[in-house]
């Protein structure tokens, strides 16, 4: 049981650069999330999803495109990278609104 | 604006003793809080909840309290061990499935 599954791990861009994260649970959940984690910041929530076809803003969508295709992706796409935007990158699942979501083990990405 | 504080960043305790770890919010319309742990290199894991219609919730060694009147959660970790060093994020919603998270306490437990 994968639970939820992000890829790659790890990447290193150089500004102007775009790449695409992705987010993959196997849970059936109909809500997906990405975040990001920076020193001193917490967790932001960037966009998220409420179901298969549907994406919404965050606190932090500035810079971000996600797309829901199929339920159990959730993907977060970099069009022009930026060094602001070097940071840990978290995606979440859960089946309702109010029970405990579930996070990938994350995405470290540096843009130099 | 931060909705969701933590105000202490890191936080050290013996083993055998209490942990207690704090979290301050603004926003009155937040109904439903949680907290999650968080070990490095890998994702949060939930660790325990609580809705506004209560005041404490138990969990084994974990204990939520919530102070509506003074916009505070707290966690208590009782007895604290060395497994339970991580950082440790509290998280509110209002009515929503959109989450606010606080910048998070860094626990050391030591043996």
């Known amino acids: 049981n994968a639970g939820v599954t992000q890829t790659p791990k790890f990447r290193v861009l150089k500004t102007g650069q775009s790449m695409t994260l992705l987010c993959a649970q196997d849970?059936?959940?109909?809500?997906m999330y990405w975040y990001r984690q920076d020193p001193g910041m917490g967790l932001r929530l960037i966009h998220y999803s409420v179901g298969e076809g549907t994406t919404a803003k965050g606190e932090v969508p500035d810079g971000y495109n996600v797309s829901r295709l199929k339920k159990q992706n959730f993907l977060l796409g970099l069009e022009s990278a930026a060094p602001s935007q070097t940071s840990v990158y978290f995606c979440a699942s859960n089946p309702e609104s109010r029970a405990e979501a579930f996070f990938g083990q994350g995405t470290r990405l540096t843009v130099v | 604006d931060q909705q969701v504080k933590q105000n202490s960043p890191s936080l050290s305790v013996q083993e055998g003793r209490i942990s207690i770890l704090n979290c301050d919010y603004t926003?009155?319309?937040?109904?439903?809080f949680l907290w999650y742990k968080k070990y490095p290199a890998e994702g949060p894991t939930f660790l325990i909840s609580i809705s506004s219609i209560k005041d404490k919730n138990e969990d084994g060694r974990f204990t939520v309290f919530l102070n509506k009147s003074a916009k505070h959660l707290s966690l208590h970790i009782v007895p604290s061990q060395p497994g339970d060093s991580a950082v440790y994020f509290c998280a509110a919603s209002a009515g929503t499935y959109k989450y606010i998270f606080g910048t998070g306490t860094r626990l050391k437990v030591l043996a």
């Open positions: 849970m059936n959940h109909e809500y």
């Open positions: 926003n009155s319309m937040f109904d439903y």
